[in-house]
Antibody
Framework: EVQLLESGGGLVQPGGSLRLSCAAS????????MSWVRQAPGKGLEWVSA????????YYGDSVKGRFTISRDNSKNTLYLQMISLRAEDTAVYYC???????????????WGQGTMVTVSS | DIQMTQSPSSLSASVGDRVTITCRAS??????LNWYQQKPGKAPKLLIS???SLQSGAPSRFSGSGSGTDFTLTISSLQPEDFATYYC????????FGGGTKVEIK
């Protein structure tokens, strides 16, 4: 069964840092691009970041560029999101999602994790 | 960046109704358009990819059409389990979501 399991969310003060992880199973992890998508309370979906299968190509939304870093460890089938300089507006459920097309950062998000909540507050 | 605009932002409908949701891109995205369904407290679920390709397991009452800048998600006969929020998403250039359409019970 294809599965994604996020962890690492929690309460952090403004200006603080947090690292999210996403453990993947049931598919050839290194063959697919992966992404983070977030959803603020009561709001819509916002694409955050994506990474190619090899980890070389990375992409970021404007709201997180320069503060968030996406990475992956294909030997551990794990995706990461390092977040620094966190702001109140970063408060959201963060979902890990698999992209449907092999090898490139494109296509649909065909598998989603259950999400992990990040709350930025003093 | 490509902007995705969904309309309406919400709608009320009855079981059995035909429902249409539209999504407009700020520039042509060919058919690089996907649709998702999200229920409260749950992760989104992919319904339709490449504008009109129904995902395995998705009910046949869902259909998608369009290309270029204008796209449509149609539910031919609304069922109780279809009350949810629907999002479009483009993958022509990076990855952007529309603002969502909440389908509520009338």
């Amino acid at each position: 069964e294809v599965q994604l399991l996020e962890s690492g969310g929690g309460l952090v003060q403004p200006g603080g840092s947090l690292r999210l992880s996403c453990a993947a199973s049931g598919f050839t992890f290194s063959s697919y691009a992966m992404s983070w998508v977030r959803q603020a309370p009561g709001k819509g979906l916002e694409w955050v970041s994506a990474i190619g299968g090899s980890g070389v190509s990375t992409y970021y939304g404007d709201s997180v560029k320069g503060r968030f870093t996406i990475s992956r460890d294909n030997s551990k089938n794990t995706l990461y999101l390092q977040m620094i300089s966190l702001r109140a507006e970063d408060t959201a459920v963060y979902y890990c999602a698999k992209l449907s097309r092999r090898g490139i950062v494109s296509g649909a998000f065909d598998v989603w994790g259950q999400g992990t909540m990040v709350t930025v507050s003093s | 960046d490509i902007q995705m605009t969904q309309s309406p932002s919400s709608l009320s409908a009855s079981v059995g109704d035909r429902v249409t949701i539209t999504c407009r891109a700020s520039q042509s995205i060919n058919n690089y358009l996907n649709w998702y369904q999200q229920k409260p407290g749950k992760a989104p679920k992919l319904l339709i990819s490449a504008a009109s390709s129904l995902q395995s397991g998705a009910p046949s009452r869902f259909s998608g059409s369009g290309s270029g800048t204008d796209f449509t998600l149609t539910i031919s006969s609304l069922q109780p389990e279809d009350f949810a929020t629907y999002y479009c998403q483009q993958s022509f250039s990076t990855l952007t979501f529309g603002g969502g359409t909440k389908v509520e019970i009338k």
